[in-house]
């Protein structure tokens, strides 16, 4: 629909935008804590963080497949086919989506031994069961919806997880907003250039991303450990990522790319929350969990633009904005080293 808003007046189309764009943010909203919650449902412990790495990667991979595809629909037919052709696309997958995806017990091709495969290795299998199918013993815990939000926000463990992924999604959100303007304006590229120049690190981020949740299941299956399996990529991708301040001090545009293209793979690494997310999150409360990391997650999609364009107004350079970025990388490194402690699922108190 927001196709459309070009043939209204210039105060109604700001007005539309902007309803159009909360609507867009609100349907994707529950994407990822599904997501983890599929995980959580189909998958064992021990091939998890693989799962979480292929979707979470996917939104690298994207920017790869659909800004030359958007490039080209707005060049050949105009910019209102965009948002044509990808919502026609979106709709799409929503049906595919629903015709494909059910839960481990009600889903027609699996069989016995998958399925205790799947049971045995740790997937919660009876996530999505109605409680009065679930036996006495396993039924979830009562309690609103606030008091499992308190007792999220009360554990040490999350709150630490909950920071590592805003400071995550910091260096996301200069990729996506900042980066091609730094390429520009900064290191002299043109608008055609710093289009085809950021699919690289998008490409290397999908790269990346798949690597970790490999690497981090190869760990856990090695060690036994799951505070070390998904702890050693997300502080090493983040200290990998701070390769971005490096930018500062080469002058050769193919350098810069490099250490972009480094960094930007050491995120994908690090990028395991929704692993952990799945790791964790109480039975009863998945939905929530996921929801608040999500939150705090993209609370810096909000912060990392008006942060860094304070930095460009008050030092008219962008060294200043790439220290931020890696100085994030550094305190999502910090939490999970420090403030996360043993990652385990949490387990909610019943409510009095």
């Given amino acids: 629909m927001q196709g459309w808003v070009g043939f209204l007046s210039a105060g109604a189309a700001i007005a539309v935008l902007f309803a159009l764009r909360l609507l867009v943010g609100i349907a994707e909203a529950p994407s990822f804590p599904a997501n983890a919650r599929i995980v959580a449902a189909w998958f064992p412990g021990s091939e998890r963080g693989t799962a979480s790495a292929f979707f979470n990667s996917g939104q690298y991979f994207a920017t790869v497949i659909f800004a030359p595809l958007m490039g080209w629909i707005a060049h050949s037919y105009g910019w ?3 948002f044509f052709v990808m919502g026609a696309l979106g709709i799409v997958m929503g049906f595919v989506w629903i015709k494909t995806i059910y839960g481990p017990k009600e889903h027609p091709s699996i069989n016995d031994a998958e399925f205790e495969y799947i049971k045995e ?19 979830p815990e009562a309690g609103s919806g606030w008091d ?13 997880v909950y920071l590592g992924q805003y400071c995550i999604n910091t260096l996301t959100y200069f990729f996506l907003t900042w980066f091609p303007v730094y390429l520009v304006k900064e290191r002299g590229l043109s608008i055609l250039q710093a289009g085809f120049v950021a699919t690289l690190p998008a490409l ?8 970790g949740g490999i690497i981090s299941d190869a760990i856990l299956r090695r060690t036994g450990s799951l505070t070390m399996a998904r702890k050693i990529p997300i502080v090493g991708g983040m200290l990998l990522s701070m390769s971005i301040i490096a930018c500062n001090y080469v002058d050769g545009q193919a350098l810069v790319v490099g250490f972009m293209a480094l960094a930007f793979f050491g995120k994908g690494i690090g990028a395991l929350g929704w692993a952990v997310v799945s790791d964790t999150s109480p039975k009863e409360a998945g939905g ?17 633009p008006i942060v860094i364009g304070y930095i460009l107004a008050a030092t008219g350079s962008f060294n200043g904005a790439l220290v931020f970025v890696g100085l994030n990388a ?3 490194a910090f939490a999970y080293l420090v403030i996360v402690g043993k990652i385990e699922r949490v387990t909610l108190k019943r409510s009095s």
């Fill in 288 to 304: 929530v969990s996921g929801g608040l990391f999500n939150t705090f997650g993209n609370l810096s999609s909000i912060t990392t």
């Fill in 330 to 332: 550094l305190v999502a």
């Fill in 80 to 82: 209102r086919f965009v």
């Fill in 148 to 160: 499992h939000i308190r007792q999220l926000l009360s554990n040490r463990m999350m709150l630490g």
């Fill in 204 to 211: 290397c981020g999908f790269i990346g991303g798949v690597l």
């Fill in 121 to 139: 290795g740790g997937a919660l299998v009876d996530l999505d069961a109605p409680k009065n199918d679930l036996p006495r013993a396993r039924a």
